[in-house]
């Protein structure tokens, strides 16, 4: 949308930010609920011989989800590169609803018996294809609408939103524990938030529908084909994989304090549902604080001090935070602990998305963010609470999520290195910065 040079700009602006942004609260809110009701959907779906074995089918049902993530982002990626950024987020919403709407009203498997767990696979799978470019469409969008220099700013309520949706979940959480008994929520009372999810896909697409297309997009005279797409893809590779390391850092570090945080303060802590709620939603707002603060530094410094800086800060300080958490179990040190490392995830991510957004060649912006990113979740953040769960029943050590946050630390480093070195980069040239 552009602005006029009226007082109207800033509200236009702000509304632009608001409509484009909602898909990526729908996605959050659902990946957020999943993973907080990780143990009530392991008893519903799928029965094991131990609660260990239940809660690993579950994770691995909602891992599975990012797997599809690539295969979106280069079909959608590429649809939104030729046919429209505003056209390519309805169809992104409308994939995403889909995939809700299925995993809300699934019957349990006492019900339907083996069906109930694959529909809740395809559930997944369809949300994790919509969204191998919905957080993509999104960037690039805010992107190609930003004011000169506050691209960083602006991008940054991408992120903005998910830690909404996140707050948002965690507030009706919190409310259904509080107004149901433990044997409720393990019925039904955990279905309650996907069924709210439901009610405002309507109210979502109607504000999305009022999008207008880039004008950045509207003057660009060719727009590449699936084949172009594919073909420009394979030629920037590095550019793909330096992309998807920095993502590593993000992916792994917001799943690990968001999505897993319920179950780590539950099943290794022994707190309550309340509390682990309670720090989720602070993490949230943390998070909501912090990325388009250090979007706006990025827009003034540039983008690589803090990517620097915050990876290594991950790799310095993840492990022994952990450490002292689980030596220290509370509320007050989980409180302090998780809104330190959402400190270090929401200054890191507040550069690192726009950042992204200036590498990619801009004919095939959207599918070459979407595929970096979507790599990330694949293979990286999308299997933490996975990975997590398994670290502590491998080694014994609670603390040992930590390695992974810390590996993901030093891939966003060595990536960032490597994207910055010589200056010949794409993100040096967008920045304006020199070498």
Same mark, same amino acid.
């Given at each position: 949308m552009v602005g006029t040079a009226t007082g109207d700009a800033p509200r236009s602006k702000l509304a632009t930010v608001l409509r484009v942004t909602s898909g990526n609260f729908l996605e959050m809110f659902d990946f957020f609920l999943f993973g907080f009701y990780a143990t009530f959907i392991a008893r519903a779906f799928f029965p094991a011989g131990s609660e260990f074995a239940s809660l690993m089918f579950t994770f691995m049902t909602f891992g599975a =989800?990012?797997? #599809?993530?690539?295969l979106g982002a280069v079909l959608l990626g590429a649809y939104v590169d030729r046919i429209g950024r505003r056209r390519g987020l309805i169809v992104t919403l409308s994939i995403m609803a889909c995939g809700t709407v299925l995993i809300a009203f699934v019957p349990g498997y006492e019900t339907i018996g083996l069906l109930a767990p694959v529909l809740v696979l395809i559930g997944r799978l369809l949300q994790g294809f919509s969204a191998g470019v919905e957080l993509g469409g999104v960037s690039v969008y805010l992107a190609? #609408? !930003?004011p000169p220099g506050r691209r960083g700013f602006f991008v940054a309520w991408q %992120?903005? %939103?998910q830690q909404v949706a996140i707050m948002v !979940? !965690?507030?009706i959480g919190f409310a259904v524990n509080r107004l149901l008994a433990p044997e409720g929520v393990a019925a039904w009372g955990w279905r309650v938030p996907f069924f709210i999810g439901c009610l405002i896909i309507p109210f979502l697409f109607y504000i999305r529908r009022s999008l207008e297309e880039t004008p950045e997009f509207l003057a660009r005279k060719h727009r590449p084909s699936l084949r172009e797409t594919i073909a420009s893809l394979g030629r920037d590779w590095r550019i793909v994989g330096l992309g998807m390391l920095m993502m590593a850092t993000t992916t792994i570090s917001f799943y690990a304090i968001t999505v897993y945080t319920p179950t780590f303060g539950k099943s290794v802590l022994k707190l309550s549902d309340a509390d682990s709620l309670v720090v989720?939603?602070?993490? =949230? @707002?943390s998070n909501f604080v912090w990325l388009p603060v250090m979007g706006a530094l990025s827009d003034r410094i540039g983008r690589r001090p803090i990517l620097l800086l915050f990876s290594a800060l991950t790799v310095l300080t993840a492990y022994p935070a952990l450490a002292w @958490?689980? =030596?220290? !179990? %509370?509320?007050?040190?989980m409180l302090v602990t998780l809104l330190w490392l959402s400190f270090l995830y929401g200054s890191y991510n507040g550069a690192m998305v726009v950042a992204l957004t200036e590498i990619v060649p801009a004919s095939v912006r959207t599918a070459g963010f979407s595929l970096a990113y979507s790599l990330a979740t694949a293979l990286f953040g999308g299997f933490t609470p996975t990975v997590s769960t398994w670290l502590i029943q491998a080694t014994g050590n609670r603390a040992a999520p930590a390695f992974w946050m810390t590996f993901g630390g030093a891939c966003g480093l060595l990536a960032t290195l490597l994207a910055y070195r010589t200056g010949r980069t794409r993100v040096a040239g967008a920045e304006g910065v020199s070498a």
């Amino acid at each position: 949308m552009v602005g006029t040079a009226t007082g109207d700009a800033p509200r236009s602006k702000l509304a632009t930010v608001l409509r484009v942004t909602s898909g990526n609260f729908l996605e959050m809110f659902d990946f957020f609920l999943f993973g907080f009701y990780a143990t009530f959907i392991a008893r519903a779906f799928f029965p094991a011989g131990s609660e260990f074995a239940s809660l690993m089918f579950t994770f691995m049902t909602f891992g599975a =989800g990012f797997l #599809m993530r690539p295969l979106g982002a280069v079909l959608l990626g590429a649809y939104v590169d030729r046919i429209g950024r505003r056209r390519g987020l309805i169809v992104t919403l409308s994939i995403m609803a889909c995939g809700t709407v299925l995993i809300a009203f699934v019957p349990g498997y006492e019900t339907i018996g083996l069906l109930a767990p694959v529909l809740v696979l395809i559930g997944r799978l369809l949300q994790g294809f919509s969204a191998g470019v919905e957080l993509g469409g999104v960037s690039v969008y805010l992107a190609e #609408m !930003a004011p000169p220099g506050r691209r960083g700013f602006f991008v940054a309520w991408q %992120s903005g %939103s998910q830690q909404v949706a996140i707050m948002v !979940a !965690a507030v009706i959480g919190f409310a259904v524990n509080r107004l149901l008994a433990p044997e409720g929520v393990a019925a039904w009372g955990w279905r309650v938030p996907f069924f709210i999810g439901c009610l405002i896909i309507p109210f979502l697409f109607y504000i999305r529908r009022s999008l207008e297309e880039t004008p950045e997009f509207l003057a660009r005279k060719h727009r590449p084909s699936l084949r172009e797409t594919i073909a420009s893809l394979g030629r920037d590779w590095r550019i793909v994989g330096l992309g998807m390391l920095m993502m590593a850092t993000t992916t792994i570090s917001f799943y690990a304090i968001t999505v897993y945080t319920p179950t780590f303060g539950k099943s290794v802590l022994k707190l309550s549902d309340a509390d682990s709620l309670v720090v989720t939603f602070c993490v =949230g @707002l943390s998070n909501f604080v912090w990325l388009p603060v250090m979007g706006a530094l990025s827009d003034r410094i540039g983008r690589r001090p803090i990517l620097l800086l915050f990876s290594a800060l991950t790799v310095l300080t993840a492990y022994p935070a952990l450490a002292w @958490l689980v =030596g220290h !179990a %509370s509320f007050a040190n989980m409180l302090v602990t998780l809104l330190w490392l959402s400190f270090l995830y929401g200054s890191y991510n507040g550069a690192m998305v726009v950042a992204l957004t200036e590498i990619v060649p801009a004919s095939v912006r959207t599918a070459g963010f979407s595929l970096a990113y979507s790599l990330a979740t694949a293979l990286f953040g999308g299997f933490t609470p996975t990975v997590s769960t398994w670290l502590i029943q491998a080694t014994g050590n609670r603390a040992a999520p930590a390695f992974w946050m810390t590996f993901g630390g030093a891939c966003g480093l060595l990536a960032t290195l490597l994207a910055y070195r010589t200056g010949r980069t794409r993100v040096a040239g967008a920045e304006g910065v020199s070498a």
